[in-house]
């Protein structure tokens, strides 16, 4: 008696094959299936990439400027009046145990102009705030051209201008003269961007005596900047109020430039969490197509099914086979994703001076759920070309 025909089993090199043969038959269709899946993938890689860069250099920026700055800002008393801090308030300050650096600047009444020529209502925008020499020391700022206030320049008409202040006015170098309210003052310097403190990059700044001689400026400060080693920060700034004004700490407002910082990560983060969520909603419509592909797959190679059915393969093995299809299908438009997602977050981290942080955990998952999709999207096409009767499948149209 001859032994009985065992079904036909393929390798798993063999169904690769099949799989790779089957994509590879519909090319149109698996690029347009798959560029659903890679935009998905591209979208979740970028954001994270962007976000993790973004804050990446967000963090070094702190680490550079420091999160131990306070400020001191005159605000208003009981009466809705303003209140102007004492003359001797940075003196004050500097008696506070921790306290490493402090410096102060003061509005002063005086109107910008490049020129007489220039009518004083339309003035540029630019204010004018007195300030001490040791205010480039306390908030590590510098001098982009020119030379910032001496002892000697702080008592004569000289003016150093922020970054945005000269370009408003028209100052692109040290030597130019700009009228401040009737009298003529040398521009001698010009700063870098101040980060911690923005505000500083639209005044001209000149030095305590010279706003007392020119502008009948009256000595009172009206911002005080102060730095303590950062495991002093929240101990001096729970006294710093009391101690600039006694009697009346509530009418001053206390806060810590480096805060701003901190928050906009925190913002940075919910928006990077809200376009996950477009990232994985363009990961769903790509699987989507992947089942709509293989869907109509099954249908078009109904003949092919029932002919390898009649030829001994089983049930498992054409489920395999389609499930290997829209794996492979997925991986695709998985790694096409990962590679676009990378190349735009190291050419836009590039563009903004960043450096490029991709997180491995981020390209991983990514792949990962373009296997998960690829799974899900290829069960039921696979499934159901696995059940499809040889007698039926052959006599299909």
């Known amino acids: 008696m001859s032994a009985p025909v065992k079904p036909a089993r393929l390798s798993p090199a063999d169904i690769l094959r099949l799989g790779v043969t089957g994509l590879r038959a519909r090319r149109t269709r698996v690029a347009l299936s798959a560029l659903g899946i890679a935009i998905g993938i591209a979208t979740m890689v970028a954001v994270v990439g962007l976000s993790t860069s973004s804050r990446a250099d967000l963090m070094a920026q702190l680490d550079r400027l420091g999160t131990n700055l306070l400020t001191v800002e005159a605000g208003k008393d009981a009466d ?31 109107r910008v102009r490049r ?30 051209r020119g ?3 001496d002892p000697a320049s702080e008592r004569v008409p000289t003016v150093v201008l922020g970054a945005i202040a000269a370009g408003r006015l028209g100052v692109t170098e040290p030597g130019a003269k700009i009228l401040m309210n009737d009298e003529w003052f040398v521009v001698i310097g010009i700063l870098a961007p101040v980060e911690l403190v923005p505000t500083l990059d639209r005044v001209a700044l000149v030095g305590f005596p010279a706003a ?12 005080i900047f102060e730095r303590s080693s950062d495991a002093s920060v929240e101990a001096v700034r729970g006294v710093l109020a009391r101690t600039v004004n006694p009697g009346d700490e509530y009418s001053v407002k206390v806060s810590r430039p480096s805060d701003a910082l901190v928050a906009k990560a925190a913002t940075d983060k919910g928006l990077t969490t809200l376009m996950l969520g477009l990232g994985a909603v363009a990961l769903l419509v790509g699987g ?6 293989m869907v109509v797959s099954v249908l078009e190679r109904r003949r092919e099914i029932g002919l390898r059915r009649a030829l001994g393969a089983t049930k498992n093995t054409i489920l395999l086979q389609f499930l290997t299809e829209s794996l492979l299908l997925s991986a695709l438009g998985g790694v096409a994703g990962a590679l676009l997602g990378a190349i735009a977050t190291f050419g836009f981290a590039q563009a903004q001076g960043w450096s490029a942080v991709i997180p491995p955990w981020a390209l991983g998952a990514g792949l990962g759920a373009t296997l998960v999709i690829g799974v899900v999207a290829g069960l039921y096409p696979a499934v159901r070309a696995s059940r499809l009767h040889p007698t039926v499948a052959l006599n299909a149209t």
């Open 147 to 149: 030379r910032w206030l």
């Open 288 to 293: 989507v197509g992947v089942a709509n592909t």
């Open 115 to 144: 020129s007489d020529a220039v009518p004083e209502e339309l003035a540029p925008g630019v204010t004018t705030q007195a300030t001490r020499t040791d205010l480039l020391d306390a908030l590590g700022a510098r001098v982009d």
């Open 212 to 223: 007392e001689r020119f502008f009948g400026f009256d000595g009172h400060p009206t911002t």
């Open 80 to 110: 809705d009046k303003p209140v102007k801090l004492p003359k001797a308030a940075v003196a004050m300050v500097e008696r506070i145990g921790p306290v490493e650096k402090v410096t102060a600047t003061a509005e002063v009444d005086a």
